[in-house]
C-alpha cells in the first residue's frame, strides 16, 4: 500500500525552529520526487520545496529560500523539512506529496503531484 506519513509538526515561537519527515512506504521511493505544500487556513495550498528522484535535485518557493533545507535519505524512504526563522506566515498545514517520474528537476506545483500524506499542523506563534 502507498502511504506517505508526515510527522514533526507542532507549535512554536516565531523564530524557532523546525524539521518536518515524510515517511515512505508501499513503493520504490528512491523513483519518485517528492514535493513539500502548506496549505492555512482560507488559502489554496501552495509549493514549499522539492527534491527530485536521482540526483536529488532541489527547489524551493521564494518565501522559504534561505530558511528551509528539503533533504531526502533513500536508505530510510523518508524526505526532511528544515524550518528555521520560522515566522506566522509559515503557519499551516504541511503535506508532503510524490510523483513517480526520473526527471532530473522538480516542480512545485500541486498538479504534478500523485499521492498525498495527510498532513502535519506547523503553528508558528508572533
Known amino acids: 500500500q502507498f502511504t506517505l506519513a508526515e510527522s514533526g509538526g507542532g507549535l512554536v515561537q516565531s523564530g524557532g525552529s523546525l524539521r518536518l519527515s515524510c515517511e515512505a512506504s508501499?513503493?520504490?521511493?528512491?523513483?519518485?520526487?517528492i514535493g513539500w505544500f502548506r496549505q492555512a487556513p482560507g488559502k489554496d495550498r501552495e509549493g514549499v520545496s522539492c527534491?527530485?528522484?536521482?540526483?536529488?535535485?532541489?527547489n524551493y518557493a521564494d518565501s522559504v529560500k534561505g530558511r528551509f533545507t528539503i533533504s531526502r535519505d533513500n536508505a530510510k524512504k523518508t524526505v526532511y523539512l528544515q524550518m528555521n526563522s520560522l515566522n506566522p506566515e509559515d503557519t499551516g498545514v504541511y503535506f508532503c506529496?510524490?510523483?513517480?517520474?526520473?526527471?532530473?528537476?522538480?516542480?512545485?506545483?500541486?498538479?504534478?503531484?500523485?499521492?498525498w500524506g495527510q498532513g502535519t499542523q506547523v503553528t508558528v506563534s508572533s
Open positions: 506529496a510524490a510523483r513517480g517520474t526520473s526527471r532530473a528537476w522538480c516542480a512545485l506545483l500541486r498538479s504534478d503531484y500523485d499521492y
Open positions: 508501499g513503493f520504490t521511493f528512491g523513483d519518485y520526487e
Open positions: 527534491v527530485s528522484s536521482g540526483r536529488g535535485t532541489t
